[in-house]
Structures are given as C-alpha cells and as structure tokens.
C-alpha cells in the first residue's frame, strides 16, 4: 500500500491518506482493494431507477492533489447535521472534500464514514448519491 501513495502530492494529502486507510481498515474490519487512484473497502450493490445496477466499494476516497475525496454511498444529504461540525469542506453529491483532516473533527469524520458504511452493506439498492 505504501506505493500506492508514494506519489500523491502535497505531503498532507498523503498523510491524510495514510489516516482514512487505518480509519476505514478500522471501520469495516476489510483490507484495502485499490482500483486506479481510489482505495475501496468492502463493497456494495447498488441499482439506479433507470434498471442500471452495478457494484462499488462500500468505503473508499481517493487522495486527489486539489483534497481528499471521501465517497458516500448514501450521499452527502444523509449526513447534513454531522457535516454541520465536521470542520472545512466542500462536497458533491455522492462525495465529501477535505483539504487537511487536521482541520478537521475525526470523530465526526468517523462517525460519517461509519453510517455510510452500514448503509451501504445493508443491502440497500437504491444509491441516491446518484439518483
């Protein structure tokens, strides 16, 4: 895994991916599956109201150069008061943006993470994160 972030740039993003790693390892009891530039834990099987379905990770971020992207199978609404006292960030629909976890509350994080995760293994198809 270690090489995984060799490369990841700045210097903060790639502690910061060092720390979701064992967050996320922690949180869902899974081992890291890495797929180009994002790191998934577990996974899930999700289907659209349009018929399309398909399977994704149900944890995973990427350490991208411009923030941490922290993907959210339930959405970002789903977590609307815990993003209240998380700390900076930006979000989409579907994923969360940090720039310096330092900055930010990890218990909150993990907490976000935690009831994302359980959502998404649950069995829960519909993915409105994408919808």
């Known amino acids: 895994m270690d090489e995984t972030f060799a ?3 700045p210097a903060k993003r790639r502690r910061d ?6 967050m996320m390892r922690e949180i869902t009891g899974e081992d890291p599956v890495v797929d180009r530039s994002i790191v998934g834990f577990g996974s899930h099987h999700y289907r659209y109201a349009s018929g399309r379905e398909g399977d994704a990770p149900a944890a995973a971020f990427s350490p991208r150069k411009a923030a941490m ?6 959405g970002i609404d789903a977590h609307a008061a815990a993003l209240e006292t998380l700390g900076p960030h930006t979000s989409g629909v579907g994923c969360l943006y940090v720039k310096d976890l330092e900055a ?3 218990g ?7 009831r994302s995760y359980r959502t998404a293994i649950a069995g829960i198809t519909a993915n409105p994160a994408r919808e």
């Open 7 to 9: 490369e990841v740039v």
């Open 17 to 22: 991916a060092v720390t979701l790693l064992a």
């Open 69 to 74: 992207s922290i993907y959210l199978p339930d």
């Open 104 to 106: 930010c509350d990890l």
């Open 108 to 114: 909150v994080l993990r907490g976000i993470i935690e």
